[in-house]
Structure formats: C-alpha cells, structure tokens
C-alpha cells in the first residue's frame, strides 16, 4: 500500500521561511516524479514544483521562481520544500504526489505556471499560512 505524508506546514510570518517534507512508501522512490500542489480557499489546485531525477532539474511555477527549491533525498524517500520570502497569497493547503517517470508530464501553463499530469498517488496535505 502506497503512503504519501506531508509534513512541516505552519504558520509564519510574511518574509519568513517554511521547509516542506513529504515521505512515501510502497513504492520505488527512485522510480516516480514527485511534486507538490497547492489549493487555496476558493481556487483550484495548482501546480507548485515538481522534479523527475535526483539530480535533474526541477520545474517551478512563476508565482514561485527564485523563492522555492524542490529538492529529493531518495535514499530516505523523501521530497522536499524549502519556500522562502513567503507571501501572504502562498497561503494555501500543500499537496506531494508521486507519478511514474514515465509518465508524468509538466508542461507550462498560459499563466506561467505549471501543469503535471501522470500523478498517481497523493498525501493529504499540510496546511501552509502566511500572515502579513
């Protein structure tokens, strides 16, 4: 059975920095694109990072470019956030997803964010809240 748990959301303080954490089990890590996703109140849920290989690059939306950095530890099935210079509109539910390398597909969307398609399996979240 597949686990996907997200862990290291909380409250801070616009400016501040927050390290997101997601471990998966039952499955073999190496093989599988990871992401993470956010949906805000009253949004859809939108793309956020994703990357493929442990060395490979790493795709980000706009919104988040420079402040973001996807990162992943496969000895330790884990994937990584480090979210710095958090905005208020960064407040949003996190979501990690795991997709077959070849599979998953991340395209760039008109709004300059980022579409992943091919996720298989997807955590519960863990709630992210900037104040200002």
């Known amino acids: 059975q597949v686990q996907v748990v997200e862990s290291g959301g909380g409250l801070v303080q616009a400016g501040g920095s927050l390290r997101l954490s997601c471990t998966v089990s039952g499955l073999t890590f190496d093989d599988y694109a990871m992401g993470w996703f956010r949906q805000a109140p009253g949004k859809e849920r939108e793309g956020v990072s994703a990357?493929?290989?442990?060395?490979?690059?790493?795709y980000y939306a706009d919104s988040v470019k420079g402040r973001f950095t996807i990162s992943r530890d496969n000895a330790k099935n884990t994937l990584y956030l480090q979210m710095n210079s958090l905005k208020p509109e960064d407040t949003a539910m996190y979501y990690c997803?795991?997709?077959?390398?070849?599979?998953?597909?991340?395209?760039?969307?008109?709004?300059?964010?980022?579409?992943?398609?091919?996720?298989?399996?997807w955590g519960k979240g863990t709630l992210v809240t900037i104040s200002s």
């Open positions: 997803a795991a997709g077959p390398l070849s599979v998953v597909v991340v395209t760039t969307t008109p709004d300059n964010g980022i579409r992943v398609d091919g996720m298989d399996y």
């Open positions: 990357i493929g290989w442990s060395s490979g690059r790493g």
